[in-house]
């Protein structure tokens, strides 16, 4: 038993090491900020920043666990998905920027998301905070009609 044991771990070692090797999910360059919205106030802005930055602009501060395979893979996936519907680096490019549906998110606890926030205590908003915020974002973006 116990040498099947540690066959299992050999295995799962060598593999975490070769997995090593598949490039996605390392390009941790952060595009060029081209364009940003025009924000009700700066307090907005550093809330988003703060709370919503790393994953919805070209700001993104990549953590250690990001160079490692498999973390890097869902980090780069969770990244690359954020900035595709909502970046505020990129405010005005072609196609969707969900900034309208940005203050519904956040007042059902959609954003940040739950598995964000072990790893990122500063994304955490007192309940003040978080009225505060879902206001300046309606501001700034106005709202979805659902």
């Not at 969900?98 to 007192?126: L, N, Q, S, W």
């Amino acid at each position: 038993m116990l040498n099947k044991i540690v066959k299992i771990i050999v295995i799962g070692i060598i593999l975490l090491v070769v997995i090593q090797v598949i490039p996605y999910g390392r390009n941790h360059v952060n595009p060029k900020v081209t364009g940003e919205p025009k924000w009700d106030s700066p307090a907005t802005r550093t809330t988003f920043m703060r709370v919503c930055g790393n994953c919805h602009s070209n700001e993104t501060t990549w953590p250690w666990y990001s160079k490692i395979a498999p973390a890097s893979w869902l980090v780069q996936s969770d990244v690359d998905e954020a900035r595709e519907n909502l970046n505020v680096s990129e405010w005005g490019r072609p196609g969707k920027n969900k900034g309208i549906d940005a203050a519904g998110e956040v007042a059902e606890d959609g954003m940040p998301p739950f598995f964000y926030m072990p790893a990122h205590p500063e994304a955490k908003m007192t309940d003040a905070e978080k009225d505060g915020f879902i206001k300046g974002l309606k501001a700034t973006f106005g709202t979805a009609n659902k």
